[in-house]
């Protein structure tokens, strides 16, 4: 066989797996267009599940529930973000299928096996940050928030009580300023709550261990606080809130981890080819 045949014989597989990736991409893209088409038609619904939090913080201190447009386009774009947002969300399924055919023939049946629970982890997961960020942050962060307007009220003269809502102030957000807000809570939690997923992935992978992570938490400390500074709005109660969601999680990666370790250990001694660390050092 002449070189010129050898490369022809192996660009064929290189050629062959870049239309498969091409097919992927435009079924996932084409997921993506028509869950955009639904998210866009429902995306009044979809705003107002957004806004129940914050609606629900205002009646109870007796205001009414009212957004803004500041600006004469701002609606149409807070449209077009919703139905980004919301057709990813309807579609992901779909495109982590996609993913997972480009991917699973070239894995053997024992890594199909490591990786498919934590690629169905992963969206389940994401959806635990944003269920807890929406039904348990957002509440708390907003009737924080709000009440910084009694800040600015007046005293009553009935018992020094503060009127409701407070004289002079009442909150009259931008529809686009809230959107941009709650998303950054449900995001953030979302992907944060990813950590375990991702932390256990690499301790099933040999790539990190249980006890590397307890020699890091004075670090893990640090760079979770940098990152819940960068993807919480600018003031410390957000990312002190964040932080004490996430930490947890990394004590819960340590001991998953450490659970792989003691099944590969006692499999590994069944099968007699453990060797201790200390012996073999």
């Known amino acids: 066989m002449s070189n010129a045949d050898h490369i022809d014989d192996s660009a064929a597989p290189l050629i062959e797996h870049l239309k498969e990736l091409r097919n992927r991409i435009l079924w996932s893209l084409a997921a993506f267009s028509v869950c955009f088409i639904i998210g866009y038609v429902i995306w009044q619904?979809?705003?107002?599940?957004?806004?129940?939090?914050?609606?629900q913080v205002l009646a109870e201190r007796g205001q009414e529930c009212q957004l803004v447009l500041i600006k004469m386009q701002e609606g149409f774009f807070v449209a077009i973000k919703i139905a980004m947002w919301g057709g990813f969300a309807m579609?992901?399924?779909?495109?982590?299928?996609?993913?997972?055919?480009?991917?699973?023939?070239?894995?053997?049946k024992q890594e199909k096996n490591a990786f498919l629970p934590f690629l169905v982890a992963s969206p389940v997961m994401f959806l635990i940050g944003a269920a807890f960020a929406y039904y348990v942050i957002l509440p708390f962060a907003f009737a924080f928030f709000l009440g910084f307007q009694d800040s600015f009220a007046l005293?009553?003269?009935?018992?020094?009580?503060?009127?409701?809502?407070?004289?002079?102030?009442?909150?009259?957000?931008?529809?686009?300023a809230y959107l941009s807000l709650t998303m950054t809570f449900v995001m953030a939690f979302g992907l944060c709550f990813q950590m375990p997923v991702l932390l256990?992935?690499?301790?099933?992978?040999?790539?990190?261990?249980?006890?590397?992570?307890?020699?890091?938490?004075k670090?893990?400390?640090?760079v979770i606080l940098v990152v819940a500074a960068i993807v919480t709005p600018p003031d410390v109660f957000s990312q002190l809130v964040l932080f004490a969601a996430?930490?947890?999680?990394?004590e819960i990666s340590i001991f998953l981890i450490a659970?792989?370790?003691?099944?590969?250990?006692?499999?590994?001694?069944?099968?007699?080819?453990?060797?201790?660390e200390e012996d073999d050092a």
């Open 200 to 217: 256990t992935l690499m301790g099933r992978a040999g790539l990190i261990s249980s006890k590397g992570l307890r020699a890091t938490r």
């Open 91 to 108: 579609s992901f399924p779909i495109i982590a299928y996609q993913m997972w055919r480009f991917v699973a023939p070239g894995l053997y």
């Open 155 to 176: 005293e009553v003269a009935n018992g020094g009580s503060l009127s409701s809502p407070p004289a002079g102030v009442v909150f009259q957000g931008s529809v686009e």
């Open 45 to 55: 619904h979809i705003f107002n599940f957004l806004a129940h939090p914050m609606c």
């Open 246 to 250: 996430i930490y947890p999680l990394y």
């Open 219 to 222: 670090y893990a400390v640090v």
């Open 259 to 276: 659970r792989f370790e003691r099944d590969r250990e006692a499999k590994a001694r069944a099968d007699g080819t453990w060797v201790d």
